[in-house]
């Protein structure tokens, strides 16, 4: 995989959400960034609330972002670790919907591993960054048609992010991460 991601002052940046694992592997600051945000920033949705879910999950994600778990693996364990049915929200279809355990990891994932190179652009004063087309993409979605393949304003995407995974903002505008299945990455220009 290493081979495939974009390399930016000797640093390995993902294309493609498949890639994240691999990048975070070979950039140390990008990896201490991305734990640093899991540990600190909100993790908000109704599937983490009750006694213990949060921390639970935040650990989970910690480790997949450490290489200490695949996906695979934390996606088993967010549903050992974060029962449905010890949610007050475990009737609702809507929270818990097919394969939640998967969408959670994916979006979440994918959301502290962009934040965290758009924050790290953000700091070396970068404007712009790239959104690379992804070999899975769905040609339909909003994000395929407008982010990816395109230049874009780091502060921008940096604040579409924030407003809608850590503060529940949401806005109509795409944004990367875009839905639980994207698989586009933002990157150095």
């Given at each position: 995989?290493?081979?495939?991601?974009?390399?930016?002052?000797?640093?390995?940046?993902?294309?493609?959400?498949?890639?994240?694992?691999?990048?975070?592997?070979?950039?140390?600051?990008?990896?201490?960034?991305?734990?640093?945000?899991?540990?600190?920033?909100?993790?908000?949705?109704?599937?983490?609330?009750?006694?213990?879910?949060?921390?639970?999950?935040?650990?989970?994600?910690?480790?997949?972002?450490?290489?200490?778990?695949?996906?695979?693996?934390?996606?088993?364990?967010?549903?050992?670790?974060?029962?449905?049915?010890?949610?007050?929200?475990?009737?609702?279809?809507?929270?818990?919907?097919?394969?939640?355990?998967?969408?959670?990891?994916?979006?979440?994932?994918?959301?502290?591993?962009?934040?965290?190179?758009?924050?790290?652009?953000?700091?070396?004063?970068?404007?712009h960054c790239f959104v690379e087309h992804s070999s899975a993409e769905d040609s339909d979605t909003p994000c395929s048609t407008v982010l990816a393949g395109r230049t874009h304003?780091?502060?921008?995407?940096?604040?579409?992010?924030?407003?809608?995974?850590?503060?529940?903002?949401?806005?109509?505008?795409?944004?990367?991460?875009?839905?639980?299945?994207?698989?586009?990455?933002?990157?150095?220009?």
């Amino acid at each position: 995989m290493l081979n495939q991601a974009s390399t930016h002052m000797n640093r390995s940046y993902a294309n493609d959400y498949k890639e994240i694992p691999a990048a975070l592997a070979h950039n140390d600051p990008l990896r201490r960034r991305t734990v640093a945000l899991v540990e600190s920033d909100p993790i908000l949705g109704k599937a983490f609330q009750g006694p213990g879910r949060t921390e639970a999950f935040r650990d989970i994600l910690r480790e997949l972002a450490l290489g200490r778990l695949i996906e695979g693996q934390a996606i088993r364990r967010t549903n050992r670790e974060l029962p449905r049915h010890q949610s007050p929200h475990a009737a609702s279809n809507r929270v818990f919907p097919s394969s939640w355990e998967e969408r959670l990891i994916r979006m979440q994932f994918s959301r502290f591993y962009n934040q965290a190179v758009l924050e790290e652009l953000i700091e070396r004063g970068e404007e712009h960054c790239f959104v690379e087309h992804s070999s899975a993409e769905d040609s339909d979605t909003p994000c395929s048609t407008v982010l990816a393949g395109r230049t874009h304003r780091v502060e921008h995407l940096h604040r579409l992010l924030v407003e809608a995974y850590a503060q529940e903002q949401y806005s109509r505008e795409p944004r990367i991460p875009n839905h639980p299945h994207c698989t586009h990455v933002v990157r150095p220009l």
